[in-house]
């Protein structure tokens, strides 16, 4: 079964993470098929049996052991990937301004609750909706100026997440559909 797995915060800052390594340490795992796609942490590979929380622990484990980096690890499989991408409550965003829509992953289903503090404590014109495990974000001036950080989205949600803008979602689906 193919599979994504998205590393969180990697390649900023300090955690360097070579994509090269990752491809070596999936082949290393017995999981074939191992692609990287761009330099954040993106990864496509046949998953087996296993179900995603266990690759999520496995690949966990190896990124620390590998790279002495602790980081979180979001496995997803073609059909739930497929759901979010059509599930997207943004779709105007997603063909007039892909680079401004991103999706974030988390591992326990998001709450209603926890997106209408969210929503509460968006100071700008960010929009947010959330499907299951993902969480849609619109950042109409851009991600880089925005006060819709990652720290509070993991804040009001409760959990941290890790994000991918339209553009790269669609090119993970591409790399599922192989």
Do not use: C
């Not at 990864?43 to 052991?65: C, H, I, P, T």
């Not at 599930?87 to 988390?106: C, V």
């Not at 997106?115 to 299951?132: F, T, Y």
Request: net charge neutral; charged share 25%; aromatic share 6%.
């Amino acid at each position: 079964m193919k599979r994504i797995a998205l590393l969180r915060a990697v390649n900023v800052g300090k955690a360097m993470v070579p994509m090269a390594g990752l491809r070596e340490m999936l082949t290393d795992l017995d999981l074939a098929g191992g692609q990287t796609l761009l330099q954040s942490g993106n990864l496509a590979f046949e998953g087996g049996d296993a179900s995603n929380d266990a690759l999520e622990r496995r690949l966990e484990a190896a990124v620390k052991a590998r790279f002495d980096l602790a980081t979180d690890i979001y496995v997803r499989d073609a059909a739930e990937w497929r759901e979010a991408i059509d599930g997207d409550p943004f779709a105007e965003a997603a063909k007039s301004d892909p680079g401004h829509l991103l999706i974030y992953a988390f591992k326990a289903p998001v709450s209603d609750d926890a997106v209408e503090a969210l929503r509460a404590a968006i100071a700008g014109p960010e929009r947010v909706a959330a499907r299951g495990r993902h969480l849609y974000a619109v950042y109409p001036d851009g991600v880089g100026r925005s006060k819709l950080t990652v720290a509070l989205i993991a804040r009001k949600l409760g959990q941290a997440g890790t994000g991918r803008n339209w553009n790269t979602v669609l090119k993970l689906a591409a790399l599922l559909e192989e």
